[in-house]
């Protein structure tokens, strides 16, 4: 059968074929990708249009979509996607491509700049256009930066010669603080002095200033004003009340310019943004909160979460934020299925769990239940996640289920033996903290003890379990002779390497200086001179051969490097891992 052709000539085609083979092996690469969109763009000289080949269109559309699903947040490529697709098929297929566009990255001035200037070109209908350009002030209106949007706005109705509606516009910008606030202003007021007061001030507030004006006139003794002169004392008002606006939107204007003259990339890239960057954007956050504008704070959230994609510590702190906010469960919703579906990568599932919490906590058990297991579908064996299932049952039908949980897992073939070995620890935990019976729990370590020699988390966590049982004075000698036990097994048995082993000794150290009995220090001095003494006083399950590749009396090879590192790998919750941010870091911020 033959291969299939992609468009343009022979060798086009074969780069195409070359380039999305590359897209396949490593979706992550985003050079590949600019790569792919580039060539399918070149196809046919390069000017893909309605009488290119059937092929070389399709390869363009498919290259864009696979692309932009990717990474839906680069505004100038959605634009390109809708020059190309206008070229193609026309204003409707582009306007489809703005919209999927503009509902990708809502926060874009620039995309909503150039769908409302395409709008304008390709449509007759000022209401249609009108109505597109409101859809986008309420989405960027408020950005610091944008002056682009607002003067395409504006633009618009001088070609309408719609005097009234500039004016309107006018009067809603010049309360937004935003870097050319004052350019708007200047025009505003110079408009404000030809229009009729009625436009100027609502009825009540217009109605007030007459009142006022015409109680000053009865004082005068030289005869009533006439009504020119009453209504330019009531604009000299009116200008008076425009200026205080003025000065209230300088005012917010300058506390903001301190952020905003701090925000370096104010677009999305794959690559890492540094840390004066994500410092700045926090202090901007802190900043919008405190102002208590339930608007202006989730537009710059919005805004921070473009620059921001990759970085999980603003998904958590939005979706936190918008939890407190007084009935927005469905917008807390839609921010933890964002970040699960778009931005955070399988391999930092936290925010994908804290979903899944969120779903259990709005009684959503069955969706909560599918998180966990669309997580594990992708990242089978993942320690967090089945403890994290597990419990999840444990809370909504009980012990049984949780422990039904682990045992599925361990007998899986997808998951490896040191991701088994600490489910077993959970599973024994679970029989010794939640049921409450010891021996159970103490029988599953010593069931499965031969199956996990090499795993550090096991054994740790089976001298954790021993320590941690109540002893007196008449059965000491009992918790003594387990422990001791489970000592001389990981010393003997275990096939770990000899620093591990040093390492899990001192539980065994610590118990006998700190509950030992008379006779604990000859056995504390044993076990030190057998561990830390030289070569000739090592019993040979201890000793390390001086010949290189020799450990244990065993030839290394029996266990490589690989195996022992993963053996050493030791088990947490994403919600313990929150590590202070230190405020002067400098330096590219890795994606976390």
Same mark, same amino acid.
Request: some cysteine.
């Given at each position: 059968?033959?291969?299939?052709?992609?468009?343009?000539?022979?060798?086009?085609?074969?780069?195409?074929?070359?380039?999305?083979?590359?897209?396949?092996?490593?979706?992550?690469?985003?050079?590949?990708?600019?790569?792919?969109?580039?060539?399918?763009?070149?196809?046919?000289?390069?000017?893909?249009?309605?009488?290119?080949?059937?092929?070389?269109?399709?390869?363009?559309?498919?290259?864009? @979509?696979?692309? +932009?699903?990717?990474?839906?947040? $680069?505004?100038?490529?959605? &634009?390109?996607? *809708?020059? !190309?697709?206008?070229? #193609?098929?026309?204003?409707?297929?582009?306007?489809?491509?703005?919209?999927?566009?503009?509902?990708?990255?809502?926060?874009?001035?620039?995309?909503?700049?150039?769908?409302?200037?395409?709008?304008?070109?390709?449509?007759?209908?000022?209401?249609?256009?009108?109505?597109?350009?409101?859809?986008?002030?309420?989405?960027?209106?408020?950005?610091?930066?944008?002056?682009?949007?607002? @003067?395409?706005? +504006?633009?618009?109705?001088?070609? $309408?010669?719609?005097?009234? &509606?500039?004016? *309107?516009? !006018?009067?809603?910008? #010049?309360?937004?603080?935003?870097?050319?606030?004052?350019?708007?202003?200047?025009?505003?007021?110079?408009?404000?002095?030809?229009?009729?007061?009625?436009?100027?001030?609502?009825?009540?507030?217009?109605?007030?200033?007459?009142?006022?004006?015409?109680?000053?006139?009865?004082?005068?003794?030289?005869?009533?004003?006439?009504?020119?002169?009453?209504?330019?004392?009531?604009?000299?008002?009116?200008?008076?009340?425009?200026?205080?606006?003025?000065?209230?939107?300088?005012?917010?204007?300058?506390?903001?310019?301190?952020?905003?003259?701090?925000?370096?990339?104010?677009?999305?890239?794959?690559?890492?943004?540094?840390?004066?960057?994500?410092?700045?954007?926090?202090?901007?956050?802190?900043?919008?909160?405190?102002?208590?504008?339930?608007?202006?704070?989730?537009?710059?959230?919005?805004?921070?979460?473009?620059?921001?994609?990759?970085?999980?510590?603003?998904?958590?702190?939005?979706?936190?934020?918008?939890?407190?906010?007084?009935?927005?469960?469905?917008?807390?919703?839609?921010?933890?299925?964002?970040?699960?579906?778009?931005?955070?990568?399988?391999?930092?599932?936290?925010?994908?769990?804290?979903?899944?919490?969120?779903?259990?906590?709005?009684?959503?058990?069955?969706?909560?239940?599918?998180?966990?297991?669309?997580?594990?579908?992708?990242?089978?064996?993942?320690?967090?996640?089945?403890?994290?299932?597990?419990?999840?049952?444990?809370?909504?039908?009980?012990?049984?289920?949780?422990?039904?949980?682990?045992?599925?897992?361990?007998?899986?073939?997808?998951?490896?033996?040191?991701?088994?070995?600490?489910?077993?620890?959970?599973?024994?935990?679970?029989?010794?903290?939640?049921?409450?019976?010891?021996?159970?729990?103490?029988?599953?370590?010593?069931?499965?003890?031969?199956?996990?020699?090499?795993?550090?988390?096991?054994?740790?966590?089976?001298?954790?379990?021993?320590?941690?049982?109540?002893?007196?004075?008449?059965?000491?000698?009992?918790?003594?002779?387990?422990?001791?036990?489970?000592?001389?097994?990981?010393?003997?048995?275990?096939?770990?390497?000899?620093?591990?082993?040093?390492?899990?000794?001192?539980?065994?150290?610590?118990?006998?200086?700190?509950?030992?009995?008379?006779?604990?220090?000859?056995?504390?001095?044993?076990?030190?001179?057998?561990?830390?003494?030289?070569?000739?006083?090592?019993?040979?399950?201890?000793?390390?051969?001086?010949?290189?590749?020799?450990?244990?009396?065993?030839?290394?090879?029996?266990?490589?490097?690989?195996?022992?590192?993963?053996?050493?790998?030791?088990?947490?919750?994403?919600?313990?891992?929150?590590?202070?941010?230190?405020?002067?870091?400098?330096?590219?911020?890795?994606?976390?």
């Amino acid at each position: 059968m033959a291969d299939f052709h992609y468009g343009g000539t022979e060798e086009e085609s074969a780069e195409i074929k070359k380039l999305n083979a590359e897209v396949l092996e490593n979706p992550d690469v985003f050079e590949n990708w600019e790569k792919l969109v580039r060539a399918s763009e070149s196809l046919e000289g390069g000017t893909i249009n309605r009488n290119s080949s059937p092929q070389a269109i399709a390869t363009a559309r498919d290259a864009y @979509d696979r692309f +932009l699903a990717k990474f839906p947040l $680069l505004f100038g490529y959605w &634009k390109k996607y *809708a020059d !190309l697709e206008f070229g #193609i098929a026309g204003s409707e297929a582009a306007e489809m491509v703005f919209e999927r566009g503009v509902a990708s990255i809502t926060t874009s001035v620039d995309l909503w700049t150039d769908y409302c200037s395409f709008k304008v070109e390709t449509s007759h209908d000022p209401e249609v256009i009108r109505e597109l350009f409101e859809r986008g002030a309420t989405c960027v209106g408020l950005d610091f930066l944008a002056h682009p949007f607002w @003067d395409k706005y +504006l633009e618009f109705e001088e070609r $309408l010669e719609a005097q009234d &509606k500039i004016f *309107a516009i !006018l009067a809603r910008v #010049i309360k937004i603080p935003m870097h050319q606030y004052a350019r708007y202003f200047e025009r505003f007021r110079q408009m404000s002095h030809a229009r009729p007061l009625i436009e100027l001030l609502p009825a009540d507030i217009l109605a007030q200033f007459r009142a006022e004006v015409e109680a000053d006139n009865l004082t005068f003794q030289t005869g009533p004003k006439g009504e020119l002169e009453i209504e330019r004392e009531i604009r000299t008002k009116i200008d008076n009340l425009h200026l205080e606006t003025f000065t209230k939107t300088q005012t917010e204007t300058t506390k903001r310019w301190t952020y905003e003259s701090e925000v370096k990339r104010p677009y999305f890239h794959v690559t890492e943004l540094d840390h004066p960057q994500l410092a700045n954007w926090r202090k901007y956050l802190d900043f919008e909160e405190a102002e208590g504008d339930y608007t202006r704070a989730v537009f710059l959230y919005e805004r921070c979460l473009v620059t921001c994609a990759f970085y999980d510590e603003f998904w958590f702190r939005y979706a936190r934020w918008m939890s407190g906010q007084e009935g927005k469960q469905e917008e807390v919703r839609n921010i933890y299925q964002r970040a699960s579906a778009l931005y955070v990568p399988i391999s930092r599932p936290g925010i994908r769990l804290q979903y899944a919490y969120f779903e259990e906590m709005s009684d959503r058990v069955d969706v909560a239940r599918d998180i966990h297991q669309a997580i594990l579908d992708r990242l089978p064996g993942h320690v967090e996640t089945i403890i994290s299932w597990a419990n999840l049952e444990r809370r909504q039908v009980g012990l049984s289920a949780a422990i039904e949980v682990f045992k599925l897992q361990i007998d899986s073939p997808a998951v490896d033996i040191f991701s088994k070995a600490a489910l077993v620890v959970e599973w024994a935990y679970l029989l010794w903290k939640i049921q409450g019976s010891v021996d159970d729990a103490r029988q599953v370590f010593q069931t499965n003890l031969q199956w996990y020699l090499q795993s550090r988390h096991f054994w740790a966590k089976y001298f954790e379990f021993e320590l941690a049982q109540p002893t007196g004075l008449d059965k000491e000698a009992e918790h003594f002779a387990r422990i001791k036990d489970i000592f001389s097994s990981m010393i003997e048995k275990s096939r770990m390497n000899l620093e591990t082993k040093k390492d899990l000794a001192n539980y065994y150290l610590t118990y006998l200086q700190e509950r030992g009995t008379k006779e604990a220090m000859k056995e504390f001095l044993k076990i030190d001179r057998e561990l830390y003494g030289p070569l000739s006083v090592q019993p040979t399950p201890i000793k390390v051969s001086p010949t290189k590749g020799q450990e244990n009396g065993h030839p290394s090879s029996e266990i490589d490097e690989a195996t022992l590192r993963k053996g050493e790998v030791q088990y947490t919750a994403y919600f313990r891992q929150h590590a202070s941010v230190l405020p002067n870091a400098q330096g590219l911020a890795a994606f976390l």
